[in-house]
């Protein structure tokens, strides 16, 4: 789904050819990442040729304008007929260059743009550079020799370990591994390659083409692959395309390149078929469609946040501020107690040290963080903060309270922002003279983690602050998704209605490890009660209590859930929940003692328990999902369907390679959903399951839901 940006006037002719000296120098200019298109290939062909007929050229220079080297080929273009010439075919070509091809690389050198790369008889990156083949992230694998040339650069077992995790290496790395030959100080790209084929023709000769090398595969142990597919089967069951990274590679060490590519491009065609695909690439446009919100102008003025000030050094508390320090953004943690305070900084200065054990940080990087962070006692030190989040306890009077003192304390134009997972924003914002200053920023424990950030725009929240926020929500690494004001905005109001199916089941027939299977085996990392142990039974239980006091007609009498809470078994942070778990452990373990309160729980609700089918719990919880999802999107508190897919993959851990809720809703057959619905309707009943009008008029149309 190309957007407005990327449909801009493209170059007439993205890829020129100019000489210097007796350097031929082709340059791919293709805002904004130099995507190899069709026009990029085409381009490329054209400038290999006119290098190729240049007499006075003695050696070709590929460089790319802009920010980055070709960043892959063009994703927009898959799922349509490839247009001559392809990659291979261009890849192919400068691989039979009768003059040597030096690839200059600078920003990120990503999937065809390396392979394009890896095809040139020299590589020379910038210091700042990156290179990686990330196709396995978009459930395809590399289609243009990178499966066969790699190899051939850094040995096969390297070579898996980057085409399956698709991580980048940074240029010191590609360096060590045999991936580059040389690294240059950030120069230009063009000086540091004018620099590389000067130094290569003087030496004289052309190097051995990739293609032809065999040393570092020669004598690879066949053992590597039978380990690798076990690895595979345990670790990532669901992915269709990481085996067939796996005999790409192995065809690479076992085959002659030319067949080896052949089996390769076999393999490519068979990912490019899969559902997966098309589920990981929507994933991928989808992080970035829901940045631009409906309605809210492109360039509208936004406020400096310079300084950042956060309400409640607990768990949440503490990971927001994590999120700001990581951005090098100045944080004031303040709380009401100073052993508040000492128990939340202590808290993140473990997060950072755990990172740092695991190399993701260096020593002087926690301190640097950690100095990035003012625990305080006092809201007078957030009178110059820009931006405020207050992350107190799931209470509407707690939070009024610390919203009208806010007002009272920050300066004018301060934004105002709840981490509330439920409550009402508008009824938050009347609290100050400022409710266009005042909107929700829902993060998502772990904070300093997951990278969903809900972005609740309250009645009165004016379109800059929420262009400031949603900006912001980039600069801290989270994918800002716009949505309205309703009790659980949208994620976890959805997250309520599988919830409340999940124990429905439970309490008619079924076990909390049935319920997780089928949901495990649907792809999600964690089942729905394991989830809740791991986010603390305890949680929803102070909320349900908190509901129950305030005599919400909604609210619901205890259930085993509470049970469990009221005897202690908070989940994972007490070793028993739903379910035990040995010390040090995070492997779900059921335990009849939780059994036994289930039975309780059934006999006093009268419920005669019956075998529950393992499709009536994946129906029951996946499509009252669809169901509220629609009902969301016709109250407009999503304006669109990938604002709901992303939440659900980026704060639930929807299965990725199934593109988003609704995006599989379509696929699942929204004419079977909505006929289930309406059997559910009729032998359940309850509100969730009342069909959306949305669901069954598209349904009866054939028309999609999602996009
Ligand atoms: N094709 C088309 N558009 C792309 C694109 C691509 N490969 N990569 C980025 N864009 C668009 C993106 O949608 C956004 O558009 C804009 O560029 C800026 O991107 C044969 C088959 C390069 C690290 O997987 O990882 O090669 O929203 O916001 O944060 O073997 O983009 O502005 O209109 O992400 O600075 C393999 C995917 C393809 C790289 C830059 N390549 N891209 O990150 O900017 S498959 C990839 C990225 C392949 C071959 C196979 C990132 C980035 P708009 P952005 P960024």
Redesign the pocket.
């Known amino acids: 789904m190309p ?1 407005p ?2 449909t801009e006037a493209v170059p007439s002719n993205p890829v020129q050819y100019a000489r210097q000296g007796r350097v031929g120098v082709i340059t791919v200019d293709y805002p ?2 130099n ?1 190899v298109g069709h026009g990029v290939r085409s381009g490329l062909v054209a400038g290999l040729e006119a290098g190729l007929a240049d007499a006075e050229a003695a050696a070709l220079l590929l460089v790319c304008a802009g920010r ?1 080297f070709m ?6 273009e898959f799922g349509k007929p490839s247009a001559p010439p392809t ?1 291979p075919e261009v890849v192919a070509r400068l691989d039979a260059s009768a003059k040597p091809v030096i690839a200059a690389i600078h920003g ?1 050198a ?3 743009g390396l ?1 394009v790369a890896l095809a040139c008889h020299l590589r020379i990156a910038l210091k700042s550079a990156k290179l990686g083949l ?2 396995v ?2 459930g ?1 694998l ?3 020799g ?1 499966t066969q040339r790699l190899p051939r650069l850094v040995g096969a077992a390297k070579a898996l370990d980057m085409i399956l995790s698709g991580d980048p290496v940074s240029a010191e790395e590609a360096l060590a591994i045999g991936l580059v030959d040389a690294v240059e100080d950030d120069v230009s790209p063009l000086a540091a390659g004018l620099r590389a084929a000067d130094r290569l023709l003087a030496e004289g000769g052309i190097p051995q083409p990739v293609s032809a090398r065999t040393d570092r595969i020669a004598g690879t142990d066949p053992a590597l692959f039978t380990a690798k597919r076990a690895e595979l089967a345990k670790r990532q069951p669901h992915l269709f395309s990481p085996n067939r990274i796996v005999d790409a590679v192995e065809a690479a060490v076992t085959l002659p390149f030319a067949e080896g590519t052949s089996r390769e491009r076999e393999l490519f065609l068979a990912c490019m078929d899969s559902p997966q695909r098309a589920g990981l690439i929507h994933s991928f ?1 989808a992080e ?1 469609e829901v940045a631009k919100v409906p309605g809210l102008p492109a360039g509208t003025p936004t406020r400096a946040i310079r300084k950042v000030g956060v309400i409640g050094a607990g768990t949440m508390g503490g990971g927001i501020a994590m999120c700001f320090a990581n951005a090098g953004i100045p944080v004031v943690l303040v709380d009401s107690a100073q052993e508040a305070l000492d128990r939340g900084t202590a808290a993140i200065r473990r997060n950072y040290e755990a990172t740092a054990r695991k190399g993701r940080l260096t020593a002087a990087q926690v301190e640097e963080r950690m100095g990035l962070i003012h625990p305080s006692l006092s809201y007078g030190d957030l009178g110059d903060a820009d931006l405020v989040v207050e992350a107190a306890f799931e209470s509407m009077e707690v939070k009024r309270t610390i919203f009208r003192t806010l007002d009272e304390t920050c300066k004018p134009g301060a934004i105002l922002a709840t981490n509330t997972s439920t409550l009402d924003v508008d009824a938050i914002a009347a609290a100050t003279g400022r409710p266009q200053d005042v909107l929700g920023m829902h993060f998502f424990s772990p904070a300093n983690v997951m990278r969903l950030l809900e972005v609740v725009r309250g009645a009165r929240t004016s379109d800059n602050v929420l262009a400031t926020v949603m900006g912001l929500a980039r600069r801290i690494g989270k994918v800002g998704v716009a949505v309205g004001v309703c009790y659980g905005f949208v994620g976890n109001r959805i997250l309520h209605q599988r919830g409340r199916e999940s124990m429905a089941l439970v309490e008619e027939g079924a076990s909390p490890e049935q319920v997780d299977r089928v949901l495990t085996d649907f792809g999600f990392p964690l089942g729905h009660f394991s989830m809740t142990d791991l986010a603390g039974i305890d949680v929803g239980w102070r909320i349900r209590e908190e509901r129950r006091k305030a005599g919400d007609p909604e609210a619901q009498a205890p259930n085993w859930l509470d049970v469990l809470a009221e005897r202690g078994r908070y989940g994972q942070k007490t070793s028993a929940g739903v379910y035990r778990y040995e010390p040090g452990s995070r492997t779900p373990i059921p335990d009849p003692e939780v059994a036994a309160v289930i039975e309780e729980d059934r006999r006093r609700r009268g419920i005669a328990p019956r075998i529950v089918s393992d499709e009536e719990v994946r129906e029951r919880c996946l499509y009252v999902m669809v169901n509220e999802a629609a009902k969301i999107l016709e109250e407009g508190i999503a304006a669109r369907p990938v604002d709901i897919d992303a939440i659900w993959l980026h704060g639930y851990g929807f299965p990725s390679w199934r593109g988003g809720l609704l995006f599989w809703a379509d696929r699942e057959g929204l004419g079977k959903i909505a006929a289930s619905v309406q059997r559910y309707h009729r032998d359940i009943g309850g509100p969730q399951w009342r069909p959306s009008a949305l669901l069954l008029q598209r349904a009866a149309d054939g028309q999609p839901i999602g996009c």
């Open positions: 957007s940006a990327q904004p990442v995507a980055t960043a892959g080929a063009d994703i927009r990659l990120t990503l999937g065809g392979e990330p196709e992230k978009l395809l590399p289609g243009a990178g446009f970035r």
